[in-house]
T-cell receptor, first 113, second 114 residues
Framework: GENVEQHPSTLSVQEGDSAVIKCTYS??????FPWYKQELGKRPQLIID?????GEKKDQRIAVTLNKTAKHFSLHITETQPEDSAVYFC????????????FGSGTQLTVLP | DAGVIQSPRHEVTEMGQEVTLRCKPI?????LFWYRQTMMRGLELLIY????????DSGMPEDRFSAKMPNASFSTLKIQPSEPRDSAVYFC????????????FGSGTRLTVV
């Protein structure tokens, strides 16, 4: 069925290094791809999103890239800091989900000082 | 704006009891969503309202779960009777209209059924 797959499930990087999280989706009609950050014990919060009419979007140290042909999108965090440690979720609107957001399984990012 | 407000923050109840979770969406938001989060299944959409009308409840696990939205500023998710496997964090979220206008989540209700 329609789904969103996210990799890796866990990621550890040294402070200052870059982190990349990738997601693939199955519905070629999807046109909206947000990323959420969830700190321990807190709510998911939208950090960046991209629509299908653009290939890349940046906001300071974070960026998202989209490859519609391959049906995958990625989150890039540069110059990582300890406060970037959290679970990151990608999401997409899939036809099979009544046009609602379907979330990936999440990536636990740990930034080591 | 105070954001999406959920209550209670924590709920511990005995198996078989009725549980009611509450949500106040952001003023002016027309869509409201209930999600359940567990380690095993991640974030699952349970039900979605638009202009107070349930649009899609295909994610509601079974008849023990019900949700209402009597007006634009209030929604409830009820579990009756509750079971230990219902233990999870339940999030309410709202958006201006369709999900691609951006979902804002509440702080969640951590439910423990013993």
């Amino acid at each position: 069925g329609e789904n969103v797959e996210q990799h890796p499930s866990t990621l550890s990087v040294q402070e200052g290094d870059s982190a990349v999280i990738k997601c693939t989706y199955s519905d070629s009609a999807s046109n909206y791809f947000p990323w959420y950050k969830q700190e321990l014990g807190k709510r998911p919060q939208l950090i960046i999103d991209i629509r299908s009419n653009v290939g890349e979007k940046k906001d300071q140290r974070i960026a998202v890239t989209l490859n519609k042909t391959a049906k995958h999108f990625s989150l890039h965090i540069t110059e990582t800091q300890p406060e970037d440690s959290a679970v990151y979720f990608c999401a997409a609107i899939l036809s099979g989900s009544a046009r609602q957001l379907t979330f990936g399984s999440g990536t636990q990012l740990t930034v080591l000082p | 704006d105070a954001g999406v407000i959920q209550s209670p923050r924590h709920e511990v109840t005995e198996m078989g009891q009725e549980v009611t979770l509450r949500c106040k969406p952001i003023s002016g938001h027309n869509s409201l969503f209930w999600y359940r989060q567990t380690m095993m299944r991640g974030l699952e959409l349970l039900i979605y309202f638009n202009n107070n009308v349930p649009i899609d409840d295909s994610g509601m696990p079974e008849d023990r779960f019900s949700a209402k939205m009597p007006n634009a500023s209030f929604s409830t998710l009820k579990i009756q009777p509750s079971e230990p496997r219902d233990s999870a964090v339940y999030f309410c979220a709202s958006s201006l209209s369709t999900p691609d206008t951006g979902l804002t989540f509440g702080s969640g209700t951590r439910l423990t059924v013993v």
